[in-house]
């Protein structure tokens, strides 16, 4: 790697070289995890990047390519899983000024893939319209990371997950390679690049489609029960007629405990929801809600007024309910588990039996080729590593899907296996493997057997 050829050829760019703003540049939110705390804590870029245009973003790559670079992309590092640390080092191509909504149709948006979440409903509420599905870091996470490295959120209780069909639309995607290329994908293709932590090429454009906006009004309610929380929570996402965007689910005591605005309105022992309900299928909702016993709504946006006002509720939702707690107590980690259609029930309570205490249940509800099931994103009080193994371990052999959140390749936090679309791709669009390294195993290491957790060789020494 030849740095002070490639900085060189770069000057003319806006480049960040001081080591404070370099290093805040190069961390996301890896720490979540104790795991990857413990390991990429010293990682640091050399230096930093903001292209104005796709044009300077292939004259980076050409550049990068040429002196052997390594290029990790970067939104606005909030994901989890150490996605945008640069393991070995190299520049960060920070996309913050390529943030513009280009244009805004019936049913669909373009737009730049450094513009925050928030921002392309800003663009799209005039016309009556708003994205389908965010991150619960709306306010603060671009639209290419969420594409690159998240899976769904907000509005996945109606829509799915993002690598359903017809959630993302057009990617467009630079290569890494002597003369970068650009390409454009739809259909089969878009999945060589979304989720793919940007190791297979830059998302430079993307089409995404919109629904209809709503002022939503967003509620906390409480019911005594676990287990028929999840039932209400399940069936409320079968009410096909009442539009909804969120629909999440906290076991006693996360509420009592780490949501301190929400914690002197509820009892102890209280299940918590928080929902977001379309205005005109309020009475829908209330209808329903009244069927179960012990339902207990405690606030609504549109009505309540608390001395002390709880924000967004989706604030608390997907994976905000792991910061919370982890702000009150640091010794908080989590899960990301799949509670598949038809057994979540079982699971759900089988996993509760197996850990009181430990692991404590956080589930969002989400549609899937038309059934529901949850995603949890359990809270988990973490003792040892090996603990933690053992805890995934016992989900795994109960039927329940880990996606680890404690390790930093995109195999290990996804099903544990090759994606061939994307190693194929990256064969053909970074044949140099400059392009955020360390993150496919399949890349470095194709007879990895995933017994233990994977070491990249060239990480980053700690000083
Ligand atoms: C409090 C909290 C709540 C969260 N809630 C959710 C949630 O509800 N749903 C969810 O899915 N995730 C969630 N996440 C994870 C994360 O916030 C989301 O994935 C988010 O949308 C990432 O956006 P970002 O701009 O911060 O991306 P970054 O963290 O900057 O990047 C994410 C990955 O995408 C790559 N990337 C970024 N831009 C590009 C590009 N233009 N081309 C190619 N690759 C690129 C990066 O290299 C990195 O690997 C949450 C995280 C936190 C800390």
New binding site residues.
């Given amino acids: 790697m030849n740095l002070d050829a490639a900085k060189a050829a770069l000057a003319h760019l806006d480049i960040d070289e001081n080591p404070v703003s370099v290093k805040a540049k190069s961390r996301?939110?890896f720490w979540?995890s104790p795991v990857l705390k413990a390991r990429l804590d010293h990682v640091t870029a050399d230096f930093v990047v903001a292209p104005r245009n796709e044009a300077e973003v292939i004259e980076v790559l050409r550049v990068a390519h040429a002196h052997d670079v390594p290029v990790?992309?970067?939104?606005?590092?909030?994901?989890?899983?150490g996605?945008?640390m640069p393991l070995a080092g190299g520049i960060i191509?920070h996309?913050k000024h390529?943030n513009a909504v280009k244009a805004v149709h019936p049913g669909r948006v373009i737009v730049e893939?450094?513009c925050?979440?928030k921002d392309v409903d800003v663009a799209t509420k005039p016309s009556g319209q708003e994205i389908r599905?965010?991150?619960?870091?709306y306010a603060?996470?671009?639209?290419?990371?969420?594409?690159?490295?998240?899976?769904?959120?907000?509005g996945?209780c109606t829509w799915g997950?993002?690598r359903d069909l017809g959630n993302i639309i057009r990617l467009r995607?630079v290569t890494m390679e002597a003369a970068p290329r650009i390409l454009e994908f739809t259909g089969e293709e878009l999945h060589r690049?979304s989720h793919?932590?940007?190791?297979n090429?830059?998302?430079?454009e993307l089409e995404m489609p919109l629904a209809p906006a709503y002022d939503w009004v967003e509620i906390f309610m409480t019911l005594p029960d676990l287990a028929q929380t999840v039932d209400y929570a399940a069936a409320l996402g079968r009410e096909d007629g009442i539009l909804k965007k969120l629909i999440s689910a906290y076991e006693s005591p996360i509420a009592q405990d780490y949501f301190q605005r929400v914690a002197p309105h509820v009892q102890p022992g209280d299940n918590l929801l928080g929902l977001m309900i379309a205005p005109h299928a309020m009475d829908g909702f209330l209808t329903f809600t009244a069927r179960y016993l012990g339902a207990k709504v405690i606030y609504r946006s549109d009505e309540t007024q608390w001395p002390r006002e709880p924000g967004p509720v989706?604030?608390y939702?997907?994976?905000?309910t792991?910061?919370r707690a982890l702000k009150v107590d640091p010794a908080i980690t989590y899960l990301q588990v799949r509670y598949p259609p038809g057994t979540y029930a079982e699971k759900i309570a089988a996993i509760r039996a197996a850990f009181p205490g430990e692991v404590i249940q956080h589930l969002?509800l989400m549609r899937e080729n038309g059934q529901v099931m949850f995603a949890g994103l359990s809270l988990v009080r973490f003792t040892s590593e090996a603990r933690l193994d053992a805890i995934i371990r016992a989900h795994e052999d109960m039927g329940c899907m880990v996606f680890n959140p404690h390790r930093y390749t995109l195999e290990e936090g996804g099903r544990q296996s090759v994606d061939d679309r994307q190693l194929a791709f990256k064969r053909e669009a970074d044949p140099k493997g400059l392009l955020?390294p360390g993150?496919m195993i399949a890349w470095d290491d194709p007879h990895w057997d995933y017994a233990k957790m994977y070491a990249y060789p060239k990480l980053q020494v700690a000083e």
């Fill in positions: 996301d939110f979540y990790t992309v970067r939104g606005a590092g909030t994901g989890n899983y996605q945008a191509l996309m390529m893939p450094g925050l979440l599905m965010f991150s619960s870091t603060t996470a671009t639209i290419g990371g969420f594409i690159s490295g998240g899976s769904g959120g907000v996945s997950v993002l995607v690049v793919a932590y940007g190791t090429g830059i998302i430079t989706y604030e939702g997907w994976n905000h792991t910061l969002e955020n993150k």
